[in-house]
């Protein structure tokens, strides 16, 4: 079974300072892991993925995450944010040998303040 | 604009009534999801549909009916409405890549449904 915990309800943070969301999974095999972001009332919005290869992925809107094998995370992050990034983001994670089951953390609410 | 359509977009439904949300898409994904969100819990799977033809059960799948006739289309029935399934419920879909599935859902914009 598949499964993923995002620890924190929610972060605040000021605007211009570095947002980190956190995320650790567990898979039976290899991963394959994922953010998404949902503003209100509108259905979710991919960020990014890792699959393979360099820990380290870019995504949509200056966002990134780390893939940490050792530590089973993959935390997501903004070097500065912004009031626009306030939002609900979601880990996701899929088994490499379940080829269409995405399963989902229960989210973590972010809010940026001016 | 490309994406999924799902309706309706809100409804409120007395218990023991039969309901059908309907999900379109018009990207040719060969693979639909149905979620449902509620507080706390994130985003839960219903059902899935990897081709057209097929489902498969996920995690939360008791109440709940789906059907794979063709590409586009995904509905999803109540088959007798209970309060337990007030929620909002969202249609996605993913795309295959190299004939693997990429993972990279799109999501429609979600169905609120009230049941009382």
């Known amino acids: 079974a598949q499964s993923v915990a995002q620890p924190e309800d929610q972060v605040n943070v000021a605007e211009g300072n570095p947002l980190t969301v956190k995320c650790t999974y567990s898979?039976?095999?290899?991963?394959?892991l994922f953010w998404y972001v949902q503003y209100p009332n509108r259905g979710l919005q991919f960020l990014l993925k890792?699959?393979?290869?360099?820990?380290l992925v870019k995504g949509s809107y200056g966002f990134e995450a780390e893939f940490n094998k050792s530590q089973t995370s993959f935390h997501l992050k903004k070097p500065s944010a912004l009031v626009s990034d306030s939002a609900l983001y979601f880990c996701?994670?899929?088994?490499?040998?379940?080829?269409?089951?995405?399963?989902f953390g229960a989210g973590t609410t972010v809010t940026v303040r001016a | 604009i490309a994406g999924i359509t799902q309706a309706p977009t809100s409804q409120i439904l007395a218990a023991g009534r039969r309901m059908t949300l309907r999900c379109t898409q018009d990207?040719?994904?060969?693979?639909m999801y149905w979620y449902r969100q509620d507080l706390g819990l994130g985003l839960r799977l219903i059902h899935y549909?990897?081709?057209?033809?097929?489902?498969g059960k996920g995690e939360v799948p008791d109440g709940y009916s789906v059907s794979r006739a063709n590409t586009d289309d995904f509905p999803l029935t109540l088959a007798s409405a209970v309060p337990s399934q007030t929620s909002v419920y969202f249609c996605?879909?993913?795309?295959?890549?190299?004939?693997?599935?990429?993972?990279?859902?799109?999501f429609g914009e979600g169905s609120r449904l009230t049941v009382l």
């Open positions: 549909s990897n081709t057209a033809g097929t489902t």
């Open positions: 996605a879909s993913s795309r295959a890549s190299g004939g693997m599935n990429t993972g990279e859902l799109f």
């Open positions: 990207m040719r994904h060969n693979a």
């Open positions: 996701a994670v899929r088994d490499m040998g379940d080829d269409y089951k995405l399963s």
């Open positions: 898979v039976s095999g290899n991963p394959y």
């Open positions: 890792y699959i393979t290869g360099d820990n």
